[in-house]
């Protein structure tokens, strides 16, 4: 009874996170987020030509021209691709510090390595401006946007040992809207609510049944006079205390 018991208010405790959430994500936007939003739609025009005249120097060109983390204005980008998500649409955007990074890396070169030939333009252009899709054949050299970000973004934090190098340290699964999917008659009781979520989650479900919260057992390693028990808990050797 005690099992069901707990079952229940895992999978309640569940569904009020889960509404609330939907809630507030209703009410409330945040700003940046919004202006980020906007930013990642845009496809911005192609580049045919680069100034490679600098590409060895280019740390000292940037100096050169006075640009500095004054010129950040973004704060933070949400890398979300028309171009990409064209071809697949798997994860939610990726959100990326840029100021942070900017800050932390002091080196706008490390990430901007190349600029427009047109001296009008910015120096520290976006990589969609040059990097659009993957095999264009009038410019073979160029590697896709997609490609672009993993090999700039994750060779740097294996080199740096610092940032996610695994895909859930930047993708967020996409999840979604829980309000069309959930089937409930009114005043539906735990058990209803448990066994339609099971209707999709049954492996989630499956899982549940191994871990700790549903044997009410398993190792102990941070419980004092017990580190070493791998079968301790309240299903075995401890006391239920209420
Ligand atoms: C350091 C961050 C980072 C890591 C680690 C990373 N990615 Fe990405 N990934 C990106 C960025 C940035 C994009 C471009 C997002 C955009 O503009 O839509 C991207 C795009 C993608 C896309 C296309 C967009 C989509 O929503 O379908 C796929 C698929 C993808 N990554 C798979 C992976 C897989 C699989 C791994 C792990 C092997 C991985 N990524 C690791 C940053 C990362
Ligand atoms: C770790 C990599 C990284 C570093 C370091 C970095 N940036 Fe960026 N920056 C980016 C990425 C990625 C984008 C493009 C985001 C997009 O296309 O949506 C960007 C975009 C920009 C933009 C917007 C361009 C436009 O057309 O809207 C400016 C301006 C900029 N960076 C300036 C700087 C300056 C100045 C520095 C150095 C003080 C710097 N960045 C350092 C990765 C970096
Ligand atoms: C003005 C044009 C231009 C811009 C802007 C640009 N790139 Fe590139 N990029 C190129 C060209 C041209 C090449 C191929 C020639 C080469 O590697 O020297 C290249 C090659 C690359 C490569 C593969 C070779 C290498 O250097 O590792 C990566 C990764 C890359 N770019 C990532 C990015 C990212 C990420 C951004 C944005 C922060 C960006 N690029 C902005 C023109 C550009
Ligand atoms: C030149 C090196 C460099 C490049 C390129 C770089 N990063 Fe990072 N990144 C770092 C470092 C260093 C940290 C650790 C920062 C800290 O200590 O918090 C980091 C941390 C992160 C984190 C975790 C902390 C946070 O800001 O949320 C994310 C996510 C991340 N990077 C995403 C990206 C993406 C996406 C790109 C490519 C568009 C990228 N990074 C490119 C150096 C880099
Ligand atoms: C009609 C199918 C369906 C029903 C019913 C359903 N879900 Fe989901 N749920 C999904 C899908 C699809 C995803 C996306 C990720 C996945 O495939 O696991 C998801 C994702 C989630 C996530 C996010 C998981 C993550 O990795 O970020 C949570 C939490 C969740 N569901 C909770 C619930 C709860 C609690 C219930 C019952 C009230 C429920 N779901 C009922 C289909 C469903």
């Known amino acids: 009874m005690k099992i069901k018991m707990v079952r229940k208010i895992i999978f309640l405790a569940g569904l009020v996170i889960l509404a609330t959430a939907l809630c507030m994500a209703e009410v409330w936007k945040a700003p ?37 983390i004054k010129d950040v204005k973004d704060v933070y980008f ?14 939610e955007p990726v959100r990326f510090a840029h100021k942070r990074h900017a800050a932390l890396i002091q080196d706008c070169s490390m990430c901007h390595h190349y600029r427009p030939k047109d001296e009008n333009a910015l120096e520290t252009t976006r990589c969609s401006a040059c990097h659009q899709d993957s095999f264009n054949p009038d410019h073979p050299e160029r590697i896709g946007i997609k490609a ?5 973004c994750v060779k740097c934090h294996t080199a740096e040992a610092k940032g996610p190098v695994d895909c859930k340290g930047c993708h967020l699964q996409k999840v979604p809207d829980h309000k069309d999917l959930v089937k409930l008659p009114d005043n539906a009781d735990p058990f209803q609510v448990t066994a339609e979520c099971l209707r999709c989650h049954d492996t989630q479900g499956e899982d549940m049944l191994k871990t700790a919260h549903w044997l009410w057992k398993g190792p102990s390693p941070y419980t004092t006079g017990h580190r070493k028990d791998i079968m301790h808990g309240k299903g075995t050797t401890a006391l239920n205390n209420y």
Request: glycine share 2%.
């Open 32 to 68: 940046d987020q919004e202006k980020a939003r906007e930013k990642a739609k845009k496809i911005v025009p192609f580049i045919k030509e680069y100034k490679d005249d600098c590409k060895i120097n280019r740390k000292i060109c940037l100096m050169d021209a006075g640009i500095s």
């Open 78 to 91: 949400l890398l979300d691709s028309p171009i990409i998500k064209k071809r697949e649409d798997h994860y």
């Open 148 to 152: 672009a970000y993993h090999q700039q």
